[in-house]
């Protein structure tokens, strides 16, 4: 009873996080991702309510769920958030009951159950990235081996001749007519990957097994900005060593391969400073920023505008939207919710220098919110709930090592 339930509880974290990060829509189409979602969704929410409501005792004995009243408070909180991110109004049914039934159980899971499911979710991410690295360099060839290409439904990346490479594995982004190109794999964007990948490395303290190396290579062959920054973000406070040997690397690779077209353009010319920021920094438009400076000297700057910047047609993914959203109130009740969710799960560490690592993790969560603001989501709730859980295990485990040796 005690495995099952555990393993049962692990794999159905894992496959809906992994599943809420899939896009699937050059390969399945727009209804094809939705029926998907839906199907998961589903159920994922009856085998939820199914597990709590015949097994709820067995399950607390065996501590695979744990009930502690800082858990409620955390469910108290993110109810307020809901309210204040206006999800709880008519028409949010099926996205309330996706990322409430979640959240209840991320909650409500123990850090070994937790452990094991970002263990899952880890295995299903690099084996999704893993056919798209070798589809990369056939495409360096110029030999895709399937597919064409499609334009993409979502209004923003049709408005930036954004095309995708539709191939059995997986797919790739193209901009125009440019033969230069990104892995995204299953993904939404690059960016999924690059972030993504830039967690579970954190998480597992950058060693490199064989998961993460192939996590690893999808994160450069990405070219994701995101992934350079939340790396030496971790990298600085946690492994300083262990940067400046990858920032040696990177540096002489930069310096052999500069005149390089695909490295000037993805990697040197996003990297430019100038008056108007980093260059590699597209995440809004002026038109979006002109509506977001009149919001802020108006009376919605406290609970949001009545229609969201995606409702209005602004296409943009900055950390300014959660306050054009939701306003500072919503804002203030995301934040606290993720700071309160990240203490439950972090429980006492075998070393000091591992619960440094573990602070530096949701530094680096919250960081990720500048490009990637839909926090309050199946995915980004799990990676810092499992990872900080993953990170509390392994760290117990090793000094456990060491006390026995």
Same mark, same amino acid.
């Given at each position: 009873?005690?495995?099952?339930?555990?393993?049962?509880?692990?794999?159905?974290?894992?496959?809906?996080?992994?599943?809420?990060?899939?896009?699937?829509?050059?390969?399945?189409?727009?209804?094809?991702?939705?029926?998907?979602?839906?199907?998961?969704?589903?159920?994922?929410?009856?085998?939820?309510?199914?597990?709590?409501?015949?097994?709820?005792?067995?399950?607390?004995?065996?501590?695979?769920?744990?009930?502690?009243?800082?858990?409620?408070?955390?469910?108290?909180?993110?109810?307020?958030?809901?309210?204040?991110?206006?999800?709880?109004?008519?028409?949010?049914?099926?996205?309330?009951?996706?990322?409430?039934?979640?959240?209840?159980?991320?909650?409500?899971?123990?850090?070994?159950?937790?452990?094991?499911?970002?263990?899952?979710?880890?295995?299903?991410?690099?084996?999704?990235?893993?056919?798209? /690295? #070798? %589809?990369?360099?056939?495409? =360096? *060839?110029?030999?895709? $081996?399937?597919?064409? @290409?499609?334009?993409?439904?979502?209004? +923003?990346?049709?408005?930036?001749?954004?095309?995708?490479?539709?191939?059995?594995?997986?797919?790739?982004?193209?901009?125009?007519?440019?033969?230069?190109?990104?892995?995204?794999?299953?993904?939404?964007?690059?960016?999924?990957?690059?972030?993504?990948?830039?967690?579970?490395?954190?998480?597992?303290?950058?060693?490199?097994?064989?998961?993460?190396?192939?996590?690893?290579?999808?994160?450069?062959?990405?070219?994701?900005?995101?992934? /350079? #920054? %939340?790396?030496?973000?971790? =990298? *600085?406070?946690?492994? $300083?060593?262990?940067? @400046?040997?990858?920032?040696?690397?990177? +540096?002489?690779?930069?310096?052999?391969?500069?005149?390089?077209?695909?490295?000037?353009?993805?990697?040197?010319?996003?990297?430019?400073?100038?008056?108007?920021?980093?260059?590699?920094?597209?995440?809004?438009?002026?038109?979006?920023?002109?509506?977001?400076?009149?919001?802020?000297?108006?009376?919605?700057?406290?609970?949001?505008?009545?229609?969201?910047?995606?409702?209005?047609?602004?296409?943009?993914?900055?950390?300014?939207?959660? /306050?054009?959203?939701?306003?500072?109130?919503? *804002?203030?009740?995301?934040?606290?919710?993720?700071?309160?969710?990240?203490?439950?799960?972090?429980?006492?560490?075998?070393?000091?220098?591992?619960?440094?690592?573990?602070?530096?993790?949701?530094?680096?969560?919250?960081?990720?919110?500048?490009?990637?603001?839909?926090?309050?989501?199946?995915?980004?709730?799990?990676?810092?709930?499992?990872?900080?859980?993953?990170?509390?295990?392994?760290?117990?485990?090793?000094?456990?090592?060491?006390?026995?040796?």
């Amino acid at each position: 009873m005690k495995v099952n339930a555990q393993q049962t509880l692990a794999l159905l974290l894992a496959t809906l996080a992994i599943t809420g990060m899939m896009y699937l829509v050059p390969i399945a189409g727009i209804e094809g991702r939705r029926a998907l979602n839906v199907i998961v969704l589903t159920l994922g929410t009856c085998i939820t309510f199914i597990l709590l409501a015949f097994s709820f005792t067995d399950m607390r004995r065996a501590r695979i769920i744990r009930l502690e009243y800082s858990g409620m408070l955390v469910l108290a909180v993110f109810i307020v958030t809901l309210y204040l991110m206006h999800l709880l109004s008519a028409g949010k049914v099926t996205e309330l009951l996706k990322i409430s039934s979640f959240v209840l159980l991320l909650v409500l899971a123990s850090e070994k159950t937790l452990w094991q499911s970002f263990g899952y979710f880890r295995f299903a991410f690099a084996l999704i990235v893993a056919p798209s /690295i #070798v %589809l990369y360099f056939f495409n =360096l *060839l110029g030999t895709p $081996p399937f597919g064409g @290409f499609e334009v993409p439904t979502h209004e +923003g990346k049709v408005e930036s001749g954004m095309r995708y490479g539709n191939y059995l594995f997986g797919f790739m982004i193209f901009k125009g007519g440019e033969s230069i190109h990104r892995l995204s794999a299953l993904f939404d964007e690059p960016g999924v990957v690059g972030t993504y990948a830039a967690f579970l490395l954190a998480a597992t303290r950058f060693k490199m097994d064989a998961q993460n190396v192939i996590i690893f290579i999808a994160a450069i062959l990405s070219w994701s900005l995101a992934f /350079i #920054v %939340l790396a030496v973000i971790y =990298l *600085l406070f946690a492994r $300083p060593r262990l940067l @400046f040997i990858l920032l040696l690397i990177l +540096g002489a690779l930069v310096f052999l391969a500069a005149d390089n077209p695909i490295v000037q353009k993805l990697l040197i010319n996003r990297l430019l400073i100038s008056d108007e920021g980093v260059s590699g920094d597209n995440r809004t438009t002026i038109w979006f920023d002109l509506k977001f400076i009149e919001l802020l000297f108006s009376s919605k700057i406290y609970f949001g505008n009545t229609e969201t910047a995606y409702q209005l047609g602004y296409y943009v993914s900055s950390w300014k939207t959660l /306050i054009f959203d939701y306003g500072l109130a919503g *804002l203030t009740s995301i934040l606290l919710f993720i700071v309160m969710l990240f203490r439950l799960k972090k429980k006492k560490f075998g070393s000091p220098k591992d619960a440094k690592g573990c602070y530096v993790f949701l530094f680096m969560f919250l960081a990720s919110i500048y490009q990637r603001p839909g926090v309050v989501d199946v995915a980004p709730l799990f990676i810092l709930a499992a990872g900080v859980s993953f990170m509390v295990i392994e760290s117990n485990k090793k000094e456990l090592k060491l006390a026995v040796s």
